[in-house]
């Protein structure tokens, strides 16, 4: 259990391990924002070899002065980040994805929501 990621704050730890079982549910759910910076934006246009401007009208929805990344509607009702790739269950732009995901779970909200990060993330654990 050394492979355990902990932060200060938090009552429970991440085994990264735990993503070799899981089908994504960090990726796949209720509709909800993805927020990336412009500092990310550019990073992920780079990766994808786009424009920034190609990448914000292709991916990213404008909400306010920020972007989040587009959804796709899947069959279940549920939502997908469209860049979940559906068939390998994996993150197609892991290198560059977003903070919002690189610090999953480690969110202030589940600090007051334990019981939704234990029922969607398998890896999980408790300290």
Known sequence: MS???KKEGFDFAFDPKGCES???NCCIGESGYIWISINEIQNLALQLDLSVEELKNKYLNKIGYKYS???VKLASN???CCFFNLEEKKCS??????SQC????????FKENKEE???E???IKNL
């Open 78 to 80: 549920n939502f997908a």
């Open 69 to 71: 990344i587009k959804e």
């Open 121 to 123: 993330c398998p890896a």
């Open 22 to 24: 899981c089908k994504g």
């Open 102 to 109: 690189r610090t999953f779970p480690f969110w202030d909200y």
């Open 117 to 119: 990060v234990y029922k």
């Open 93 to 98: 732009i892991y290198e560059a994805r977003p």
């Open 3 to 5: 492979n355990l990621i």
